[in-house]
């Protein structure tokens, strides 16, 4: 079989398998760009089920770019918790505001128009521009690589050279005329519901075109690159409650966790305990001297490449505090509140401050901590 052959099958048989197997997700019942920008950037990192709830709730909130230019940050932060890597909800609003600015409220229609928006790269430009307007281009996400290189048998780590080029060059040249959208889908979908990390071979329309799969090798493809380091990192942080309110603050822009609320604290330094670590933290960021009531929780919580414990304090006020510090007086902050506890659900937290907060009995229960 030769090339143009074997690209013919495999474009009908994957086109047939996805007319009969696509999955009926909410932003699959039209494709308009912008519905389908939200959801390929929320599907990133993202399990689907969780990421439907999210798409669903957002959309419900701003139902269009015009609304997402014109929302709070905090708004859109809010609506954001529990996804994770904030920055991609202020580069949609960045990008929001561009297309409000230079295209008159309407969303690019080319793959370069899309491309050049703030936080768009190839694949989520690819993504839109095949998905909205059936433009001939590929994108490639795990769920391509994986398929591509267990079919073509690539032999090397897919996100390198010069297998990152070869499957780029192969997803394009594989695209049907006038079948981009149903192309693109129903090849990153079969990655993600057959060609799997174990891969389903029996149930995969394109086994018989599978190099890696007729080898006996489906299960070493594709080839993974080096790993990254892990760092562990140990961290604290304190509630402190005075006079029946939460003291929070909000981080600065260009932290990990910027514009997110939380609880002060910070890394424990070599030498010091985690109880000298949060009183130190609070004395550096705050201004405030506190003293350990009692320990609240511990959470740990996993990055990509980062493994965090967090070790929480309830605190106290050691002498009179005068209100909130203005924003001069925080070291790692841009502004700060006294709250009631029950109102924390209202403020954007980074997740493992939410995870605290959902388990601390002092949010429901603030005359425990009196």
Same mark, same amino acid.
């Given at each position: 079989?030769?090339?143009?052959? &074997?690209?013919?099958?495999?474009?009908?048989? !994957?086109?047939?398998?996805?007319?009969? *197997? %696509? %999955?009926?997700?909410? @932003?699959?019942?039209?494709?308009?760009?912008?519905?389908?920008?939200? =959801?390929?950037?929320?599907?990133?990192?993202?399990?689907?089920?969780?990421?439907?709830?999210?798409?669903? %709730?957002?959309?419900?909130?701003?139902?269009?770019?015009?609304?997402?230019?014109?929302?709070?940050?905090?708004?859109?932060?809010?609506? @954001?918790?529990?996804?994770?890597?904030? &920055?991609?909800?202020?580069?949609?609003?960045?990008?929001?505001?561009?297309?409000?600015?230079?295209?008159?409220?309407?969303?690019?229609?080319?793959?370069?128009?899309?491309?050049?928006?703030?936080?768009?790269?190839?694949?989520?430009?690819?993504?839109?521009?095949?998905?909205?307007? *059936?433009?001939?281009?590929?994108?490639?996400?795990?769920?391509?690589?994986?398929?591509?290189?267990?079919?073509?048998?690539?032999?090397?780590?897919?996100?390198?050279?010069?297998?990152?080029?070869?499957?780029?060059?192969?997803? /394009?040249?594989?695209?049907?005329?006038?079948?981009?959208? +149903?192309?693109? /889908?129903? !090849?990153?979908?079969?990655?993600?519901?057959?060609?799997?990390?174990?891969?389903?071979?029996?149930?995969?329309? !394109? =086994?018989?075109?599978?190099?890696?799969?007729?080898?006996?090798?489906?299960?070493?493809?594709?080839?993974?690159?080096?790993?990254?380091?892990?760092?562990?990192?140990?961290?604290?942080?304190?509630?402190?409650?005075?006079?029946?309110?939460?003291?929070? /603050?909000?981080? +600065?822009?260009?932290?990990?966790?910027?514009?997110? @609320?939380?609880?002060?604290?910070?890394?424990?330094?070599?030498?010091?305990?985690?109880?000298?670590?949060? #009183?130190?933290?609070?004395?550096?960021?705050?201004?405030?001297?506190?003293?350990?009531?009692?320990?609240?929780?511990?959470?740990?919580? +996993?990055?990509?490449?980062?493994?965090?414990?967090?070790?929480?304090?309830?605190?106290?006020?050691?002498?009179?505090?005068?209100?909130?510090?203005?924003?001069?007086? !925080?070291?790692? #902050?841009?502004?700060?509140?006294?709250?009631?506890?029950?109102?924390?659900? =209202?403020?954007?937290?980074?997740?493992?401050?939410?995870?605290? #907060?959902? *388990?601390?009995?002092?949010?429901? +229960?603030? =005359?425990?901590?009196?």
């Amino acid at each position: 079989m030769n090339d143009t052959q &074997r690209f013919t099958l495999f474009r009908k048989d !994957l086109l047939r398998w996805f007319a009969e *197997n %696509r %999955r009926p997700l909410p @932003w699959r019942a039209d494709y308009t760009p912008y519905r389908t920008w939200i =959801a390929e950037v929320m599907m990133q990192q993202t399990q689907m089920d969780r990421g439907v709830q999210y798409f669903l %709730r957002w959309m419900e909130r701003f139902p269009d770019v015009a609304a997402v230019a014109a929302a709070p940050e905090e708004d859109l932060l809010k609506a @954001w918790e529990g996804l994770g890597y904030y &920055r991609r909800a202020r580069n949609i609003q960045a990008a929001a505001r561009v297309i409000m600015e230079r295209h008159g409220g309407n969303f690019p229609t080319s793959y370069a128009d899309i491309l050049a928006l703030p936080g768009v790269g190839p694949y989520t430009a690819g993504a839109i521009a095949s998905t909205a307007y *059936n433009e001939e281009v590929p994108c490639v996400d795990g769920n391509v690589e994986r398929v591509l290189s267990r079919v073509f048998d690539i032999d090397t780590p897919v996100k390198e050279e010069p297998a990152k080029s070869r499957i780029r060059e192969l997803a /394009q040249a594989l695209i049907p005329k006038g079948e981009a959208r +149903n192309f693109n /889908q129903g !090849l990153m979908e079969l990655g993600a519901l057959v060609c799997r990390k174990k891969p389903e071979c029996e149930r995969c329309p !394109l =086994a018989g075109l599978c190099e890696s799969r007729h080898l006996g090798i489906q299960n070493e493809r594709p080839v993974p690159g080096k790993k990254a380091a892990v760092t562990q990192i140990e961290v604290v942080c304190g509630v402190l409650l005075h006079e029946g309110k939460v003291f929070i /603050q909000r981080r +600065n822009e260009k932290d990990v966790w910027g514009g997110l @609320w939380e609880f002060p604290g910070g890394c424990v330094e070599p030498g010091e305990t985690p109880e000298q670590a949060v #009183a130190r933290e609070w004395m550096e960021e705050v201004g405030f001297k506190v003293a350990i009531v009692r320990p609240l929780d511990v959470i740990r919580h +996993n990055y990509t490449t980062y493994r965090i414990t967090l070790r929480c304090y309830q605190l106290r006020l050691e002498g009179k505090p005068k209100g909130c510090p203005v924003p001069e007086e !925080l070291a790692e #902050a841009t502004a700060c509140q006294w709250i009631a506890p029950q109102d924390i659900e =209202a403020f954007p937290l980074p997740a493992p401050h939410r995870k605290l #907060a959902d *388990n601390c009995s002092l949010f429901d +229960n603030p =005359a425990s901590g009196e």
